[in-house]
């Protein structure tokens, strides 16, 4: 029997069992989790949410890749309400609905917002559908920045730049742009834009110059969109719920299911804790505590 006169040890022994005890836990509501997600009550429509700026792709590329391979999941809707965000990102989520189009379908539920890199993604699907006054289209590429060079020289700075390549230090913002640079990102930014319209062309199946005539930056409105073409139908998500789901052969009943949330570091959180806020914890937790095949009762 252990008493609070080994306190090393007995921290040692409650630790290894909260942390044992955390582990089974969160295995067993792993494979809830899983189960749930994998197996579920029948063929559901998966749902993946795209919002905000587009910024990075890893987590809605893994949450793709997870429902394609899923067989529970026989189709997929991406929730957008974004306003776009960088190139690469876009495109990288674009790719991955190409190529998840070819095994199961995807729907694109637009919702208060999905310009620019935002429709990027939603073009790629078997579908659009959005609500009548969702703010779409954008097709454009811009770059821009800040130039302080007149605002320096008034309070007296010299920006120093030593630099190997022309263009190392090209869109500085303490000097004035050369017209060679104006010229070679001019280029840059319609070569994007260039990019953007091919794979708008080729995801909505319409005539590049179609989309070319409409791609100068401006919004729609879902109904104004949907006359041009850039959207299918008008709907909420669940619409675009039912929707993918007769397109996935599902009958009856359409159920949708979510990406499972992250699991929340207890582990982690628990090696980081100290000697005295483990057993604060731990007197919480009662007068008498099984730790490690040891019984632990405070002395009378």
């Given at each position: 029997?252990?008493?609070?006169?080994?306190?090393?040890?007995f921290?040692?022994?409650?630790?290894?069992?909260?942390?044992?005890?955390?582990?089974?836990?969160?295995?067993?509501l792993?494979?809830?989790?899983?189960?749930?997600?994998?197996?579920?009550?029948?063929?559901?429509?998966?749902?993946?949410?795209?919002?905000?700026?587009?910024?990075?792709?890893?987590?809605?590329l893994?949450?793709?890749?997870?429902?394609?391979?899923?067989?529970?999941?026989?189709?997929?809707?991406?929730r957008?309400?974004?306003?776009?965000?960088?190139?690469?990102?876009?495109?990288?989520?674009?790719?991955?609905?190409?190529?998840?189009?070819?095994?199961?379908?995807?729907?694109?539920?637009?919702g208060?917002?999905?310009?620019?890199?935002?429709?990027?993604?939603?073009?790629?699907?078997?579908?659009?559908?959005?609500?009548p006054?969702?703010?779409?289209?954008?097709?454009?590429?811009?770059?821009?920045?800040?130039?302080?060079?007149?605002?320096?020289?008034?309070?007296?700075?010299?920006p120093?730049?030593?630099?190997?390549g022309?263009?190392?230090?090209?869109?500085?913002?303490?000097?004035?742009?050369?017209?060679?640079?104006?010229?070679?990102?001019?280029?840059?930014?319609?070569?994007?834009?260039?990019?953007?319209?091919?794979?708008?062309?080729?995801?909505?199946?319409?005539?590049?110059?179609?989309v070319?005539?409409?791609?100068?930056?401006?919004?729609?409105?879902?109904?104004?969109?949907?006359?041009?073409?850039?959207?299918?139908?008008?709907?909420?998500?669940?619409?675009?719920?039912?929707?993918?789901?007769?397109?996935?052969?599902?009958?009856?009943?359409?159920?949708?299911?979510?990406?499972?949330?992250?699991?929340?570091?207890?582990?982690?959180?628990?090696?980081?804790?100290?000697?005295?806020?483990?057993?604060?914890?731990?007197?919480?937790?009662?007068?008498?505590?099984?730790?490690?095949?040891?019984?632990?009762?405070?002395?009378?």
């Open positions: 029997m252990f008493s609070r006169r080994h306190p090393y040890l921290f040692l022994l409650v630790f290894s069992a909260i942390v044992s005890g955390s582990a089974v836990i969160l295995s067993v792993g494979i809830a989790s899983q189960g749930q997600s994998e197996v579920g009550f029948g063929p559901k429509v998966g749902v993946i949410e795209i919002s905000g700026v587009i910024a990075d792709s890893r987590e809605i893994e949450q793709i890749k997870a429902f394609a391979e899923n067989d529970a999941v026989k189709s997929i809707v991406l957008i309400d974004s306003p776009g965000g960088a190139v690469g990102p876009s495109q990288e989520i674009y790719r991955e609905i190409r190529k998840t189009i070819e095994a199961k379908p995807v729907i694109a539920s637009m208060t917002l999905a310009a620019s890199g935002g429709y990027y993604v939603a073009a790629a699907t078997n579908g659009i559908m959005a609500s006054g969702t703010i779409t289209g954008s097709i454009g590429v811009i770059l821009g920045y800040t130039n302080f060079e007149a605002l320096f020289e008034k309070i007296g700075l010299t120093v730049v030593i630099k190997s022309e263009y190392k230090d090209i869109g500085s913002p303490v000097r004035k742009m050369t017209a060679s640079e104006e010229k070679l990102l001019q280029e840059f930014s319609d070569n994007v834009h260039t990019q953007f319209i091919e794979d708008v062309a080729e995801g909505r199946n319409m005539p590049v110059e179609k070319r005539g409409i791609a100068d930056g401006r919004i729609f409105s879902g109904e104004t969109a949907q006359t041009l073409g850039l959207v299918d139908r008008l709907g909420n998500l669940a619409d675009a719920i039912e929707w993918a789901g007769r397109m996935g052969g599902i009958e009856g009943k359409i159920s949708s299911v979510y990406p499972p949330e992250e699991k929340l570091p207890l582990v982690k959180y628990l090696m980081e804790m100290s000697a005295d806020q483990a057993e604060k914890m731990i007197n919480r937790m009662g007068a008498s505590l099984i730790a490690g095949g040891y019984i632990y009762r405070p002395e009378p």
